[in-house]
T-cell receptor, first 113, second 115 residues
Framework: AQSVTQLDSQVPVFEEAPVELRCNYS??????LFWYVQYPNQGLQLLLK??????LVESINGFEAEFNKSQTSFHLRKPSVHISDTAEYFC???????????FGQGTRLTINP | GAVVSQHPSWVICKSGTSVKIECRSL??????MFWYRQFPKQSLMLMAT?????????EQGVEKDKFLINHASLTLSTLTVTSAHPEDSSFYIC???????????FGDGTRLSIL
């Protein structure tokens, strides 16, 4: 069975500062890894994904995540955050796209001006 | 891109009422859809896997008779909360994937409030 741990429930940062949201997973099989973002009272939006290939994946809005198999991590980073990045971020793992997702507990990112 | 639509987005009803929530894949077919429940400030918990043309697979602890799932077509799955009570109040979210190698796309969720 897979499991996901997001070590930080809340991360407050100042605008334009860098940020890292941590995610560790455990699985006995190869997995696919995802970061989803949830804005208040909305569903989840896919931020980025690792399926195979390059271990560094990027999103269109400046986020990136690196798959580290030896450390079983998939940390999310952004070099300079914006107020609009304030949201809840979920790391998730699955054995395949049509397989059920296992979510981490979520990290609330708060950007202060 | 792949779009999943959920309806209604918000529903308030009296205790004892049954409530139906629809999840539609608008521009793709989905043999499998998923239903999640999210409590305030918590993560998503998978309730069940909805399979087109067959019975849903429920997670441990989820009452099948309480949460009825029907996946009658490749673009529609419904979740019916039967005889809803205040403890059923929650945010319900569905998701679907075009195929086994694609990530899941989520609906915008349904906020259910039982008075």
């Amino acid at each position: 069975a897979q499991s996901v741990t997001q070590l930080d429930s809340q991360v407050p940062v100042f605008e334009e500062a860098p940020v890292e949201l941590r995610c560790n997973y455990s699985s006995s099989v190869s997995v696919y890894l995802f970061w989803y973002v949830q804005y208040p009272n909305q569903g989840l939006q896919l931020l980025l994904k690792y399926l195979s290939g390059s271990t560094l994946v990027e999103s269109i809005n400046g986020f990136e995540a690196e798959f580290n198999k030896s450390q079983t991590s998939f940390h999310l980073r952004k070099p300079s955050v914006h107020i609009s990045d304030t949201a809840e971020y979920f790391c998730a793992v699955t054995k395949g796209g049509a397989q059920k997702l296992v979510f981490g507990q979520g990290t609330r990112l708060t950007i202060n001006p | 891109g792949a779009v999943v639509s959920q309806h209604p987005s918000w529903v308030i009803c009296k205790s004892g009422t049954s409530v139906k929530i629809e999840c539609r894949s608008l521009d793709f077919q989905a043999t499998t859809m998923f239903w999640y429940r999210q409590f305030p400030k918590q993560s998503l918990m998978l309730m069940a896997t909805s399979n087109e043309g067959s019975k849903a697979t429920y997670e441990q602890g989820v009452e099948k008779d309480k949460f009825l799932i029907n996946h009658a077509s490749l673009t529609l799955s419904t979740l019916t909360v039967t005889s809803a009570h205040p403890e059923d109040s929650s945010f319900y979210i569905c998701s679907a994937s075009e195929d086994s190698n694609q990530p899941q796309h989520f609906g915008d969720g349904t906020r259910l409030s039982i008075l």
